[in-house]
């Protein structure tokens, strides 16, 4: 039973490093574009100057803490964060604006809006999966 629990967790987290680097690269291979489109975005005035930088440093950095056991609890934790915020994003774009620019890059830029939210909340629960399963079986026995 733990042993494919953690199997669990270990390819969560491997879709996790995947996504987040896919994601980061997509946006520096485009980074002009993506800076526009944050800059576009009504719901974030005044952050469009570092928070292009901050993203992509995250999404890396969650996704090389995910590669280690040691780092994994953290990257996990990161993780639900982080699609936390972008799916709180989203929700509240849908919610209030008409024009919606997309900052992701690659195949998520082909997702409508309502695609992109229900994979984020799918993304959560994984993410809450995950988490939930590293800290219950990563844990010495007692």
Known sequence: MKKSNTRIVEFISYFFILLFCYAGISKLTDFEKFREQISA?????????????????????IAGLLCYRKTRTIGLIGSLFL????????????????????????????MSWNQHLYFNVG????????????????????
């Open 83 to 110: 699609m936390l915020i972008f799916t709180g994003y989203i929700a509240k774009l849908l919610s209030t604006s008409k024009n919606l620019p997309c900052s992701c890059g690659g195949i998520l830029e082909k």
């Open 123 to 142: 993304c959560v629960i994984l993410s809450i999966i995950a988490l939930s399963l590293n800290l219950k079986y990563s844990r010495p026995a007692e």
């Open 41 to 61: 975005s009504p719901l974030l005035n005044g952050s469009s100057q570092f928070l292009p930088y901050i993203l992509i440093i995250v999404e890396f950095l």
